[in-house]
């Protein structure tokens, strides 16, 4: 990635959304119906209106993919046909004499709503950082093998709920559910653990074929791009409800997603090497190449009534045990068959040092301890009117490529 590109755009210093990045989203406004929209500093260029000044001529694409609920449709065009609407788009925005420039085909994100960018037809979450998975089994199971047996051998992940996947700055209710107290009978009642887990999601690109295996040299033409993703957890219905088949109603009842699909292609100068992954993996995990990606990830909490928020978590996504790569390989490798939208989450993204843990379960030790907030107060686990706020951006020689934030406000249980 050259560091030499200048934009006739005006973008803030810090912003995630550099002419090095240009996400992909769904927006609206009082005017505009939802289409699809690139991310320019503060602004949103309408990629319809991009369209109707000729920029994209060669590549025959309709109208109706662009005036569009969703990326879906867009994004199946393939990467041959996305990586060029992308990469025409940054060279009119460095030449002063694009149409771009005269037509101003652009709108201020104040002004715009957005929306949730892709259709999940399926969502699959996985648990594939060692640092949380090893957390969770000292607290949980034996502090000395803290690891299930299978947990270095595959990426452990399981089925999860795609109808309550929303976008970010939707607000969730804390959810009723039963919960088991130390020696008593089983309640129902509003959870009194909810907690955050911090995570990123890959949206698949391209579909497979039922009974085909994509392997990990296939796998990153089979995804698009990446969005943070907070998966919401009720840690006390969870814990009653997941043997022996795992996480139901402690996490369904919601999972928030940032609205700008960052693409691969963007985050090619961020690529690092992964964890040594000690065993060696079975034939069809291994892979060449850098495969993790350096991820800078921020959790805040803002209470109600508070206008600061208060840093609670630095994580990073290189960290990850298990990449995406290996993560659809496995997927795949029994014949699952992937669809366009499909929607992976990593699982928990936690570090080494205790500010780096992704969840408050990690980060109170199972409530044993509070988290300080800027404020004096004290949180073990959210309290309703918390917000919870996700950031995540990479940056390397001067260039910053990031993707927004996620945000939502958990609310009373009805």
């Not at 909810?194 to 579909?207: C, H, N, R, S």
């Not at 085909?212 to 296939?218: M, P, R």
């Not at 290189?318 to 068959?337: D, P």
């Not at 989450?345 to 080494?352: C, F, H, L, P």
Request: charged share 20%.
């Amino acid at each position: 990635m050259s560091s030499t590109l200048k934009t006739w755009v005006e973008v803030p210093e810090l912003s995630d959304f550099s002419i090095y990045n240009l996400p992909f989203g769904i927006f609206s406004t009082t005017s505009k119906t939802k289409r699809i929209g690139v991310a320019i500093g503060d602004q949103i260029l309408d990629l319809n209106a991009a369209h109707s000044l000729r920029i994209f001529h060669g590549l025959n694409i309709d109208k109706e993919i662009l005036v569009n609920d969703y990326l879906n449709d867009f994004i199946a065009l393939g990467k041959n046909i996305t990586n060029q609407v992308r990469l025409i788009i940054q060279e009119h925005l460095c030449d002063d004499s694009s149409p771009l420039r005269k037509h101003e085909p652009f709108i201020e994100m104040s002004d715009a709503t957005m929306h949730l960018p892709v259709k999940v037809g399926d969502y699959t979450d996985f648990y594939s950082s060692i640092e949380h998975a090893t957390n969770v089994g000292k607290m949980f199971r034996d502090p000395e093998n803290a690891l299930l047996p299978n947990w270095k051998h595959l990426p452990v992940g399981y089925h999860g709920r795609a109808s309550s996947i929303i976008v970010s700055g939707v607000d969730i209710h804390r959810p009723n559910g039963q919960t088991k107290p130390a020696d008593e009978p089983p309640v129902y009642g509003p959870s009194q653990r909810i907690d955050f887990e911090l995570e990123m999601a890959f949206i698949v690109g391209k579909q497979s074929e039922l009974g085909d295996a994509v392997t990990t040299k296939e796998a990153e033409d089979h995804i698009f791009g990446m969005v943070l993703f907070n998966d919401w957890s009720a840690r006390d219905i969870q814990k009653w409800e997941y043997v022996p088949l795992g996480p139901f109603l402690g996490k369904s009842f919601a999972s928030s997603v940032s609205p700008w699909v960052v693409t691969l292609e963007a985050l090619e100068s961020f690529r690092v090497n992964g964890p040594n992954q000690d065993p060696e993996v079975l034939p069809y995990l291994q892979y060449e190449g850098q495969k993790n990606y350096d991820i800078n990830l921020e959790v805040l909490i803002q209470p109600e009534s508070q206008n600061e928020a208060s840093t609670v978590s630095k994580s990073n996504f290189k960290f990850m045990y298990w990449n995406m790569a290996q993560q659809l390989a496995h997927h795949t490798v029994n014949g699952c068959n992937l669809n366009v939208g499909d929607m992976m989450a990593s699982g928990t993204i936690s570090g080494k040092d205790e500010n780096s843990y992704g969840s408050m379960l990690e980060l109170s030790w199972a409530g044993s301890k509070s988290v300080k907030l800027n404020n004096g107060e004290e949180r073990k686990f959210l309290k309703d009117g918390d917000t919870v706020i996700m950031k995540g951006h990479s940056e390397k020689n001067g260039i910053r490529v990031g993707f927004g934030e996620v945000r939502s406000k958990l609310l009373p249980a009805k």
